[in-house]
Structure formats: structure tokens, C-alpha cells
């Protein structure tokens, strides 16, 4: 390879890494404003989460049943084929 060549790989590659991190750190900034009341003096409302648990959505349980995997399947009786 030439010179010129290896000069133009380096200059791709290091900008390759340059610019990913310039662009990071110009899109990740704390642009939003500092809360102005110190964490010490901050109140915790009992009523609202008191709504917020009763309002939370409830997950249902959802349990599988049980099903031959084809309909002329027999079900798994217990003991010995003979014990039939």
C-alpha cells in the first residue's frame, strides 16, 4: 500500500471513533433544569400514591391447561399401560 493510501484508512479510521463520541456528548447533555428545592425538603404526597396503587392495573394469572396435542391423543393415566 501507499503512503497516501495509509494516510486516508488512518483519517477514516480515527474519525470512525471521533465522531460516535463527539455525538454522545453533545446529545447526552443534562439540558433540563435542576429541581430548585433541595432533597431534604422534598414532601411525598401519601394520597396520591395511595391512588396510583389502588389504580395500578391488576395482572392476571394465567395458568395452562392441560391438553392432548392432538384431539385422538389419550390422556397420561398413572400406573403401568397393563393397569388399564
Do not use: H
Not at 435542576?34 to 401519601?46: A, L, N, Y
Not at 397420561?76 to 397393563?82: A, K, L, Q, Y
Amino acid at each position: 500500500m501507499s503512503k497516501r493510501t495509509k494516510l486516508i484508512l488512518s483519517i477514516i479510521g480515527v474519525s470512525a471513533i471521533i465522531i460516535p463520541v463527539v455525538l454522545l456528548i453533545v446529545f447526552t447533555q443534562n439540558t433540563g433544569t435542576q429541581p430548585e428545592i433541595p432533597s431534604g425538603q422534598r414532601t411525598i404526597d401519601v394520597g396520591n400514591i395511595e391512588k396510583a396503587v389502588k389504580n395500578a392495573p391488576k395482572k392476571e394469572s394465567v395458568f395452562p391447561t392441560a391438553s392432548p396435542s392432538t384431539p385422538s391423543a389419550k390422556p397420561i393415566s398413572e400406573g403401568s399401560p397393563s393397569a388399564e
